[in-house]
């Protein structure tokens, strides 16, 4: 199944580039997938200006506070379109049958593909 991932971000460009970006990356998901969302102009030009254009697909300037980012992220993409929504400080992403027990997920990419098949 094919998705897309939906970053909100708010004054963090280093740590979504160093942490998120970069755990997709490794994870094997696609930078064409990828969609940052902002709260403004200003925030986006921060943005667009420090984040590598290849680990990314799109910046988007959507709305202040996650509340409202979050509400216009889910009215962006059609109706029908997959949408994982990752915070902007992910490091890893981790699988547990229990409390107790956490393995790192490699294949990124193929977790979300997996967590969309019907």
Do not use: W
């Amino acid at each position: 199944m094919e998705y897309v991932v939906a970053i909100p971000s708010y004054q963090r460009p280093i740590a979504i580039e160093t942490k998120t970006l970069k755990t997709l990356k490794e994870g094997g998901v696609d930078a064409d997938k990828i969609y940052i969302f902002v709260a403004n102009n200003e925030e986006y030009d921060k943005y667009f200006n420090k984040i590598p254009k290849n680990l990314y697909h799109q910046i988007i300037v959507g709305e202040l506070g996650i509340r409202n980012q979050r509400v216009f992220i889910s009215k962006f993409f059609k109706q029908g379109i997959n949408i994982v929504s990752c915070d902007d400080d992910i490091e890893e992403f981790h699988f547990s049958n229990d409390k107790k027990t956490k393995i790192k997920i490699e294949n990124v990419d193929g977790m979300f593909k997996q967590n969309f098949t019907k």
